[in-house]
């Protein structure tokens, strides 16, 4: 059965960088068939699509976030990598991961998400 | 790449059929057959229950269908139950590897 598992600091400091990693089991993250993707929910908000990442290294991101997000992938660790630069409160949400399959993009498992906080 | 819309909440009495819309442009719902919906319950994470616009995933009752006609989408949920009660999202494809969110409806079951 495929597992999404995030990791990382559940508090960040405003203008730092927020870092987390999404583990999958029971699937290689090498599959042609799927992208990786990260998906962000503000309390009490939508969930706003962040971007994904190919095995290959290939990455699309959300246009309104681009100029200050990074989606890596580690086909190794079977691990993908989000990084989210000079936060504000506003990037303040539970994080998911989750993976997407190709060609349609929908989103068939999803990890059970971690709440990122931006506090001095 | 702007939020689809969809209904803040909507409500039905146990058995009755409700319907959500959500409403995009030809750039995302109507350019393309790539239509997605997400059940979440409160603390948990989305879960798929449509695809490919009309789809389901095996295990999603058949009571959870899905429509599409221009630029808007529908789900629709026949014979509620209370266990339907969850906050429910629309996605689809936005060109050039791209997804955009619905900004999510809240079903009420009275």
């Known amino acids: 059965q495929l597992q999404l598992q995030e990791s990382g600091p559940g508090l960040v400091k405003p203008s730092e960088t927020l870092s987390l990693t999404c583990t999958v089991s029971g699937d290689s993250i090498s599959s042609s068939t799927y992208y990786w993707g990260w998906i962000r929910q503000p309390p009490g908000k939508g969930l706003e699509w962040i971007g994904s990442?190919?095995?290959?290294?290939?990455?699309y991101y959300n246009p309104s976030l681009k100029s200050r997000v990074i989606i890596s992938v580690d086909t190794s660790k079977n691990q993908f990598s989000l990084k989210v630069t000079s936060v504000t409160a506003a990037d303040t949400a539970v994080y998911y991961c989750a993976r997407v399959v190709k060609v349609t993009d929908y989103l068939d498992y999803w990890g059970q998400g971690t709440l990122v906080t931006v506090s001095s | 790449q702007s939020a689809l819309t969809q209904p803040r909440s909507v409500s039905g009495s146990p058995g009755q059929s409700v319907t959500i819309s959500c409403t995009g442009t030809s750039s995302d719902i109507g350019g393309y057959n790539y239509v997605s919906w997400y059940q979440q319950n409160p603390g948990k994470a989305p879960k798929l229950i449509i695809y490919d616009v009309i789809k389901r995933p095996s295990g999603v009752p058949a009571r959870f269908s899905g429509s599409k006609s221009g630029n808007t989408a529908s789900l629709t949920i026949s014979g509620l139950q209370a266990e339907d009660e969850a906050d429910y999202y629309c996605?689809?494809?936005?060109?050039?590897?791209?997804?955009?969110f619905g900004g999510g409806t809240k079903l009420t079951v009275l």
């Open positions: 990442v190919y095995y290959s290294g290939s990455t």
């Open positions: 996605c689809s494809y936005a060109a050039e590897y791209t997804v955009v």
